[in-house]
C-alpha cells in the first residue's frame, strides 16, 4: 500500500526527538499512543535505537504504520498495537510513554480513559510525554490556537484544546508529576510527567 503522511510530522519530528534524547535516556522501551501515520515512529526508532519503540492505534490506522515500520525494518520496532483507549490495553509494561496530537482530537472521557489506564502499562518512575497544543488558565497561548479549537469543534463536538491544568490533575491522580514544559513551533508544547510510586 502507498505509506500515509502526514505534513506535521515533518515538521515537528526534530524539535521532539530533542525532547526525546533528553527525556528517554536511561529508558528502554516505549508505548508511543496514537502513532497516527507511523512516520514518528519510524524517525525516532531510528534516530533512538536503544529504545524499543512500540507502536500503536486504532485498527483502521494498522496498516499505514505497518507499511511504514516494513519499509524501514529496523530491529527495534515491533508490529503496531491496536489500541483503543477505551478497549484492552497492552499486558506489558513500559518505561516510557509518548503521545503526539491526540488528545485535542479524543473526547475528554477518552483522556480521562487514557491517564487512568498509564498505571497498568507503566513501571515505576516511567516518564509521559505528550506533544501538541494546550490552553493555561483556560486561555489560548496564540490566535492560532483559537482558531484551530474552532476548527476543531466544528468537525466534532467532543474535539477541543485541552487546559493544561486539567490534564496535570488526571496525571496526578494516576500517579504522574509534571518535571518539564518546553515551548514547541507552531504554539505547542512537550510535557513532561514522571511517575513518582509504584
Known amino acids: 500500500m502507498e505509506k500515509p503522511h502526514s505534513p506535521s510530522c515533518r515538521r515537528n519530528r526534530e524539535p521532539i526527538l530533542d525532547v526525546l534524547r533528553r527525556h528517554f535516556a536511561g529508558h528502554s522501551h516505549v508505548l508511543e499512543i496514537g502513532s497516527g501515520t ?14 524499543t ?7 483502521e490506522n494498522l496498516p499505514g504504520i505497518r507499511a511504514w515500520l516494513d519499509e524501514a525494518a529496523l530491529p527495534n520496532t515491533p508490529p503496531p498495537l491496536e489500541l483503543d483507549v477505551t478497549g484492552a490495553w497492552p499486558a506489558e509494561r513500559y518505561d516510557a510513554v509518548f503521545s503526539a496530537n491526540t488528545l485535542h482530537i479524543m473526547a475528554w472521557s477518552e483522556v480521562e480513559y487514557l491517564f487512568a489506564q498509564l ?5 515505576p518512575k516511567a516518564t509521559l510525554i505528550i506533544y501538541g497544543p494546550f ?4 486561555r489560548y497561548s496564540s490566535d492560532s490556537n483559537a482558531a484551530f ?15 493544561a491544568e486539567a490534564v496535570d490533575a488526571l496525571a496526578g491522580k494516576a500517579g ?22 509504584g
Not at 507511523?38 to 529504545?51: C, M, W
Not at 498505571?119 to 513501571?123: K, N
Not at 490552553?135 to 483556560?138: C, E, H, T, W
Not at 476548527?151 to 484544546?161: D, E, V
Open 38 to 51: 507511523g512516520e514518528h515512529a519510524v524517525h525516532f526508532a531510528a534516530a533512538l535505537p536503544q529504545l
Open 53 to 59: 519503540w512500540q507502536s500503536s492505534d486504532r485498527a
Open 119 to 123: 498505571t497498568t502499562v507503566t513501571t
Open 135 to 138: 490552553n493555561y488558565a483556560g
Open 149 to 163: 479549537d474552532q476548527w476543531l469543534q466544528a468537525r466534532g463536538a467532543q474535539m477541543a484544546i485541552r487546559d
Open 176 to 197: 504522574f508529576a509534571l518535571i518539564d514544559d518546553i515551548a514547541m513551533p507552531a504554539n505547542n508544547r512537550c510535557r513532561v510527567w514522571r511517575r513518582q510510586h
